[in-house]
């Protein structure tokens, strides 16, 4: 079945240490998302790739840092200058505006849970 | 930046009931979205709006695009007990040349049977 898959669905950090959370997708998609969703609260956007080799800055890039190597993977990388980093990290992807059908929609993976031990 | 007011942020309804939730901004979008959360898990998209005015459905859930294209809402009739979590619309628009997605801070939905 096609979809996006993220890894591992938990994921406990120490101070002072860098983790980094998988996506991978095989919908043949462009465009990849990472979000930061906190309790009660909307998503909130880290960073985005619309092509291989490209990533741009969402609203709270600080303290994450991605790398899109192939069209299938995106993985996000929370450094230890992210202060705050526990929270449910969402991958998605999209056809993304390159594409003829841009516009289309996102979909998410079902999220990896990061705390702080 | 471009915000999402979501309402209401929470209901407690009971099984049969139908349940209007809805979103609006001082921004204009060009597509809306309408995502169901079940906890633990990622946002499942449930229906997807492109053009002002546009009213679509899905089983029992309707949303429609507002002609102003700075709000959007969604109805679902006749709820039961799955229909139970954590609703969230969102609004695209494009921002120094790309897509960007703004979410709401989302509608939990609980109902008693």
């Known amino acids: 079945d096609g979809g996006i898959t993220q890894s591992p669905k938990y994921l406990f950090r120490k101070e002072g240490q860098n983790v980094t959370l998988s996506c991978e997708q095989n919908l043949n998609h462009d465009a990849m998302y990472w979000y930061r969703q906190d309790p009660g609260q909307g998503l909130r956007l880290i960073y985005y790739?619309?092509?291989?080799?490209?990533?741009q800055k969402g609203d709270i890039a600080e303290g994450y840092s991605v790398s899109r190597e192939k069209k299938e993977s995106f993985p996000l990388t929370v450094t230890s200058a992210q202060k705050n980093p526990t929270a449910f990290y969402l991958c998605?992807?999209?056809?993304?505006?390159?594409?003829?059908?841009?516009?289309?929609?996102?979909?998410f993976g079902d999220g990896t849970r990061l705390s702080i031990l | 930046g471009q915000q999402l007011n979501q309402s209401p942020q929470s209901m407690f309804i009971q099984e049969g009931e139908d349940v209007s939730m809805n979103c609006t901004s001082s921004s204009i979008f060009n597509t809306w979205l309408w995502y169901k959360q079940d906890p633990g898990e990622g946002p499942v998209l449930l229906i997807a709006?492109?053009?002002?005015?546009e009213l679509t459905s899905n089983g029992r859930l309707t949303a429609q695009f507002g002609i102003t294209r700075k709000d959007s809402f969604l109805n679902i009739s006749a709820s039961i007990p799955s229909d139970v979590g954590i609703y969230f619309c969102a609004g695209r628009l494009r921002v120094q040349g790309a897509q960007k997605l703004v979410f709401g801070q989302g509608t939990r939905l609980t109902i008693n049977p």
């Open positions: 709006l492109y053009k002002a005015g």
């Open positions: 998605a992807s999209s056809m993304g505006d390159r594409s003829p059908y841009g516009n289309q929609p996102q979909h």
């Open positions: 790739s619309q092509i291989v080799n490209d990533f």
